[in-house]
């Protein structure tokens, strides 16, 4: 059995984490740090967790993990992984950061998106920002990955295959990603924003502009196109705890047809047992939606196309803790251990919900 | 008192239609029609209603109503509109349409968007489209007026001032309008679409490309800017039951101004109670959000400037059955009447709700 | 016009006095005080209020609010209250308490319920605790009231008069009062209990014994029906925001007959606009929903009889910032002051919401 | 592998079960009947599944099942249950009902509680009620099972190890059980009750009395105490999807203690692992909640004592799609057939969620 330690174990994704791993057949949780909960129960926290482990948080002691882990996942909040992680990294200690703090390759985003001057560049290079179906054999052989904020992976997913795909004639200049997101990607620390009374029932455009996952997105549509593309991303916040709907508006140069996005998409994702296509006819559930997913690790993406304005919509949908957070950290623990990819990660959406 | 009569009074239209007349100080509900209630009490279907009115429906009877009616509020199905309202047109009633078969003044857009040729194209030129805030002084002067689509008033109140001050230099070709809208916008009748175990929690992409609203929006922003506009539009169901935000993405062909949208905004709706402009700089509440506009006949505007991909996200949202249907009919038949805009739907929003 | 203050005014019952307060054709809203927001616009707090007033908060100064109110309404919290009312009850005043600290007219009842012994009991026999409902003239006469806790007043009035009729042979000893209430009642301060991720879609038993309205509605089953009562009180927390659901479980001593029932009910609540009787053979709305009152003032009831277990369940539901709080203050007011007891309360319930 | 089928298939606790057994280690699901979607693939009409099988719906056939199936799964509608599971048992098929027509052990009680006189009473001794955690030996015995209602097995895994213990001293006439369900419980089929914007936000007390789980409490209670027992039960729609709270109003003959109230319930369910006691001092998950138990098989059980009025509270909460129903009928399955009781099931709740 692999030895485990989740950082910053108390949080939501720490939370996912954990409730994943606990019931993942090839790993032993060894570790649960939390500063603030340190020798409570880890069911006192997450409820769901009663009766299921006697686990307790430990404070976050470097020393202690590198001995007692095999690999670790780091939840902390950006800017606090990047002063915790390098040393564990320097230890020689398997690590998936969940922060932003290792997602970026290029240094000089730092400053700009995240405040900070990047005190560790050399990490950056050996990071493997992982979305297994995209790059799979680069998470493979890797012992740092970093994984992708919740928004970022599910607009990534809809985008990447048709970035990639030039003869569609994308217009790089005019992507519109908006996002609407369930709570819990904003973490479990009370405000008046996040008051029951308060966030019951809104659409409430939360980020319109200069989203942060904005860079991850263009890093990565950069990278599978060979050119550069500009996001423009919202994000709002709607009234659910778990999911995201992506709608990407995406303008293209000429008449689009369904067979070659099907393509594009196809020609990414076949073998990709987490991503599904989604394009019925009619009913409720003939495009992606977040609901269909929640519980699970699937990505589900469709699509329409507007001939009149020249416009296609890609939609993706994401529970923004599994695939959007702690279910690709483990899919992406899969791959580095040499384990079948789908490995404690495979379960069904709940439906309905 | 003026005599007022409801038609197709049964659904969520005609409910919210009912309860803002029934509560008016200048009119007497004469007559609510629908035919599958004929003979039933009101509040039995709108059981909100209940204890304030004795009401009973009737069937449509168009000699009846002429007789007995000043104004009439017709609240069919598109395609129904059309074969009831030309003969009460005729009669000489005064006319408020809230289908969409009066909206467009181009009959040759009928066939495309709504499957029909118009049968009375000369109603076309006849019927005012109604945005008091937009043509306040075509509505004083009409006897027949057709009242906007829920998406349609909400994206051009936000649009409308932008693409009308030409010095912003919007692209007219990419302008996105991603609407979130609540169930009652989809009306009263059950399916398994809109079965709450299947529309509980879902971020639905029900119309992504092709939504008939783009036509109306199309028309008046091409009206106000006297160029032609292409508008790609996709709407969104959210968990909720009232309220829409539209998300407008716009872009300039150079850097803008906060100071110069303020500027656009005002120079139309200073004046306009009915819209408000808001943008503070922080807090739960500092951008629209249809939460604090249900019950209320407000339309809330606020916008975000995003420098470094030359984008304008404008934000709007209304309670879709009040100003984005029975509220904005009724202000359309105070100033058609001469009273004040305001009277009797002038009621403040209920926060929290 | 009456010159009016309202203290506390920052919270959401204080919200909820100043919207209806605002939109009251026969009072001015002269004082709104909030220590923590003084010298806030009041619509930054209350967003609904945006466009409607430009009133500010302004700290709590007794001798000020002396000399600019005519009335005043007090939603301070428990234990604050009974700091502040007494000295502008002995400058005469007229109040009206929202707080629990002047609703016991049992003074040996505080120490028990709230943990402290009332520093002023001669004000407990000088404030009517006002159910207008129940007791109209004494409130028409008074100066002083106190209006009832929002689980209280939505019990009572599905209670009362059934413990009056005494020839329904209610077994005082075995009332059961479940309720389920939304989150504003707990109002507006953040904490992990309210964190929407945590709150959203719960059924939560917050208070399963021991509810202190327990007191308020022994106090008035006593007082209508001349004998001790037990009340045994549950509280749960469900997912919505307004709306109170009162199902009081009842065992007679023998059968009872509807027809009973109903004249129980309107022997007391004939000519009362604000109760209305709901109890249809079949459909959605056939018995009381928190869902059909909300917006407005309304407290429905209905019942139902199960003879194989000599039980009587009656259901209340009412808006519990309205009808449960800021309403019936106000209803209160009207009467104290002489106006219609509807007047700037009679709006009907938004449906659907 | 057991080879299993699911007959009603396409239902909400069809899809569940499909769920669970496409999971389940040790089995293969060879049929999935659905009438009405005969021919069409399972994951069209539980969107959830999608990607994860490509079984088909097929006709309900009793030969055809005789020879492909072990054991079968019934989640047929009560009254078609009957008419279509008794030739399979003659066909010695294992079999779990889910339905109410083999759970009630006195014919006598059909025709009040159903509508009909029972055809095949002889069947009635052979099924075994389950409930595992209460006759736990009696099903690993059994080849024919009836599984519980969900607001049954929900109200009688708090009440009866109180019953069954004596020295408590509860009044057997006055236990009212207070149920809060959400929609899943209700099935699939669209109606206006559960069309989206007149469900969503009630809490609608659809049956108040004469509900018929009664029965079935009763039955267990009359069987764990050896007396007569009455319970009197309300049921209420509240807005959410998935999930079950039971609040059990219980009077004693004189004080109770806490720590007995535990060992009555440790008494009878230590060592069953999907019954959780939860009874902590403070915090939002200190008592049974559903939001805790969704996506699980827990029931989780706590309460509370009032001793002023002498009643005890004891609170159950399940994912009624799951121990309400698929859960606990595979938790049978595997006792039934051998394998570990946990088998398939052992998933955490979703949390937040």
Redesign the interface.
Known sequence: MVRVGVLAASG?IG?ELL?LL??HPEVDVVAATARKYAGEYVF?V???????TELQFTPLDASKLTGSCDIVFAALPHGESVMVVPQLADAGLKIIDLSADFRLSDRGQYPSWYGYDHPRPDLLEKFVFSIPEINRDQVKGATLVSSPGCMAITAILALAPLLKEKSLGIDR??I?V?A?VG??G?G???????????????????K???HRHSAEIEQVLASVSGEKV???M?A?A??????I?V?S?I?TSGPVNPIDIWKAYRSMYTGS?FV?L?R?KH???R??????????N?C?IGF???E??G?L?A?S?TDNLIKGAAGNAIQSMNLMLGFDEKTGI????????
């Open positions: 939501y939370g409730r606990l019931q006192r997450h409820p769901n967790l009663r009766g299921m200049d005019h519109v908006d609407k709570s819990s904003a479990g620390k009370p405000s008046l924003s996040t008051h029951f009374s308060e966030r019951f029932g809104v659409v409430r455009p939360y319109p502009a200069g500009r996001v423009s919202s709002h709607v009234n659910m705890v778990r999911g709907l709608t508006h303008f047992y599904r989604v019925d009913g409720p559930f495009l992606p939606d977040p609901k269909l997913v929640v519980g699970s699937f589900d329409e196309i507007e009149r304005t416009r919509v939609l949908a495979a379960m069904a959406p709940l439906h309905p919900v």
